[in-house]
């Protein structure tokens, strides 16, 4: 399994854009959860405000933290099919095997001509 993080440049900060959960709980504030770490939050009297409790949360978490772009190579596996492949080359009756599914093709192909 190959194992790559790219670096990014620190001269450059991309924005960054985030999916966010807001739910009206039920004490009648409003909580803002950022969708894949659960554990940051904002909870607010409004949506903006939970919003806004969100992004100082972040940002602080942020601070102290970076991200990066792990990339994963997947293993080389061999495909399923491929055990299969050649299993009948010693078979001396496959070459009529092939030469009767050609005959009976051959005869589809006809049937749908004159269709």
Same mark, same amino acid.
């Given at each position: ?43 607010? !009297?409004?949506?903006? &405000?939970? =919003? #806004? ?9 942020? @601070? /102290? ?29 496959? !070459?009529?095997?092939? &030469?009767? =599914? #050609? ?9 749908? @001509? /004159?269709?």
């Amino acid at each position: 399994m190959n194992l790559t993080i790219k670096a990014t440049s620190q001269t450059t900060a991309p924005k960054l854009t985030y999916d966010v959960l807001i739910e009206n709980q039920p004490d009648d504030t409003v909580k803002a959860t950022l969708l894949g770490l659960p554990d940051c939050q904002g909870i607010g !009297s409004t949506e903006t &405000e939970a =919003i #806004e409790k969100l992004s100082q949360s972040l940002q602080t978490r942020l @601070e /102290t933290a970076k991200i990066v772009t792990l990339e994963i190579g997947l293993p080389q596996t061999e495909h399923p099919w491929m055990k299969f492949a050649g299993m009948h080359k010693d078979n001396p009756l496959f !070459s009529e095997v092939l &030469e009767y =599914i #050609e005959a009976e093709r051959s005869q589809i192909d006809l049937e749908n @001509e /004159t269709k």
